[in-house]
């Protein structure tokens, strides 16, 4: 006879019960002086942190799926299907796009933020090359807020009734953010009929929300923390009375917003902003007249583009690690991780580099920069739709094998980085007001 298997043994046994005032001696005995107080920050909103939080501080956070959903939108989290992995495409050109969409898809990506403005959709045609061979009733597809993006959620519409996608099938969201779009780009802060139109066209599909609450320009921008936090309500504020105004209800409003945040290196304010965010979001829609279980907010997550650093990019994987662990245990029910070399370059992937298979040749509009000689002149030879075959750049500096690599469309005198024995590819602008999504690439070191 086997006997009895014992129970868990609790991780307390054996040590005696420390109180808050047993741990703060201790504490204080390894500061040299210094008292515990002394451990304490104060954020850029001049809210202090104190250096350990207990059971007694603070107020209830209630309970997860329950209003002011605190603790998460939903009771059970991301147990059932987990977090939506949504992969940015950034290629310029349908084709390049569309092969970035397929193999991120097979890769393991559940759903595709696309950037109309950086792949260069220009029509419906467009818009159908870079979905090719995407399954619409499986896959989830979300528009980046941009200047065209009214035209582009239009057709983006026309493309699911075309390919005979049933209506409680097609998910997405369709980027709708005037006034975030006026905020990065200029232009006068107005919320277009044609944005509101699109939205009552899309209130019939439950899987679609129309329009963005998008609070990363102002992230961007420097805004701290509660600066962001109300530069969304307000903005989500303003949308509600539009939508209201509009002839569309309160819950169907709310219904049709999602909300994207930041996600930083800062893995603890980065929980605490979407918990926050939340709590205000919930409250906001309690004060419209909503019921209190339709104040969950759907939040995105995109990881900032603030904490990327141009020299030594690899650290970025770290941080942008961080952000999206945080992003996802704060409650973000999609996730969207820039590419680490986007503050340097393309999102495209490294060129190989010699001794593995040859590069191939530089497509229309890039620039392909080779190792030179310390003392020479740094010579770009550009593609086809380059004013001039060969531009002068310069000296190099540095030992040999190294060089200075461009930045976007040009190179910029003294601005060393790189050291890969072939360089990086820039990609053309091909329009001036580039996308904030965009970069260039960098070789391997």
Not at 275 to 287: I, P, S
């Amino acid at each position: 006879m086997n006997p009895a298997r014992p129970g868990p043994t609790p991780l307390v046994d054996g040590f005696e019960p420390a109180s808050r005032a047993d741990w703060t001696a201790l504490a204080e005995a390894g500061l040299r002086g210094r008292t515990v107080d002394d451990l304490a920050m104060v954020t850029a909103d001049g809210i202090r942190i104190a250096p350990v939080y207990g059971p007694e501080d603070g107020q209830p956070a209630g309970l997860p799926g329950a209003a002011p959903f605190t603790r998460g939108a939903t009771s059970t989290g991301a147990t059932p299907d987990g977090w939506d992995v949504r992969a940015l495409v950034v290629d310029e050109g349908p084709e390049d796009a569309n092969r970035t969409v397929l193999d991120e898809l097979e890769r393991g990506s559940t759903s595709v933020l696309l950037d109309p403005q950086a792949i260069g959709i220009a029509g419906p045609a467009d818009l159908a090359a870079v979905l090719n061979g995407v399954y619409l009733d499986m896959t989830t597809v979300a528009l980046a807020p941009g200047p065209a993006t009214n035209e582009v959620a239009g057709w983006l519409l026309d493309l699911w009734e075309a390919s005979g996608v049933a209506e409680a099938e097609r998910r997405g969201h369709l980027g709708l953010d005037p006034l975030g779009v006026a905020a990065r780009y200029g232009g006068p802060p107005t919320i277009d009929a044609a944005a509101l139109d699109l939205v009552a066209r899309a209130r019939s599909l439950p899987g679609v929300r129309a329009m963005e609450v998008d609070a990363t320009p102002y992230a961007d921008a420097g805004t701290s923390d509660v600066g962001q936090l109300a530069s969304a309500l307000s903005t989500g504020v303003a949308y509600l009375r539009a939508l209201v105004d509009h002839g569309i209800g309160v819950s169907d409003a709310l219904a049709t917003l999602s909300v994207t945040l930041p996600a930083d290196a800062d893995q603890f304010l980065t929980v605490a902003r979407f918990r926050a965010f939340r709590r205000v979001w919930a409250r906001m829609a309690e004060a419209c007249g909503a019921d209190p279980a339709e104040g969950a907010a759907y939040q995105h997550a995109l990881t900032s583009a603030a904490m990327l650093s141009r020299r030594d990019p690899w650290v970025n994987m770290l941080r942008s690690t961080v952000a999206a662990f945080a992003a996802g245990i704060g409650g973000a029910r999609s996730v969207t991780v820039r590419p680490f070399r986007q503050c340097v370059g393309a999102a495209g992937r490294v060129r190989p580099t010699h001794g593995s298979k040859p590069a191939a040749p530089a497509p229309r509009g890039e620039q392909t920069f080779r190792r030179h000689r310390p003392g020479r002149r740094l010579v770009v030879r550009g593609g086809p739709d380059q004013p001039a075959s060969r531009r002068d750049l310069g000296t190099v500096s540095g030992p040999r094998g190294r060089g200075r690599y461009g930045h976007r469309a040009g190179l910029r005198p003294g601005d060393r980085r790189g050291g890969g024995r072939l360089g990086p590819t820039v990609r053309t602008p091909s329009d001036p007001g580039r996308s904030p999504y965009r970069g260039v690439r960098v070789p391997r070191p």
